[in-house]
Nanobody, 114 residues
Framework: QLQLVESGGGLVEPGGSLRLSCAAP????????MAWYRQAPGKQRALVAV???????NYQDPVRGRFSISRDIAKNMVYLQMNSLKPEDTAVYYC????????WGQGTQVTVSS
């Protein structure tokens, strides 16, 4: 079944941390560049971080130095470690392929607020 399932979101205070998880179908993580995206209220979905099939990573400027994307190929999982969270990080977070996309999952809500 081709389905992406994100989890790990929640309410956190500014400066806090969260670790998001994404369960992907078999072989998707090993064979494709995977990415995390986010959609803030009233805005379009935007790319946040990428992990390429070779393991290298790339980050968008707003999160560089604070977020870290990783994967576990054996478990078909992709992760996003988010540190030093800011209110502007509040969004629904999704994972998907960078270019080869599956149907979008439900995402996981991250709210950064005091």
């Amino acid at each position: 079944q081709l389905q992406l399932v994100e989890s790990g979101g929640g309410l956190v205070e500014p400066g806090g941390s969260l670790r998001l998880s994404c369960a992907a179908p078999r072989n998707i993580v090993s064979d494709n560049a995977m990415a995390w995206y986010r959609q803030a209220p009233g805005k379009q979905r935007a790319l946040v971080a990428v992990i390429f099939s070779g393991g290298s990573t790339n980050y968008q400027d707003p999160v560089r130095g604070r977020f870290s994307i990783s994967r576990d190929i054996a478990k078909n999982m992709v992760y996003l470690q988010m540190n030093s969270l800011k209110p502007e990080d509040t969004a629904v977070y999704y994972c998907n392929g960078l270019t080869n996309r599956l149907p979008w999952g439900q995402g996981t809500q991250v709210t950064v607020s005091s």
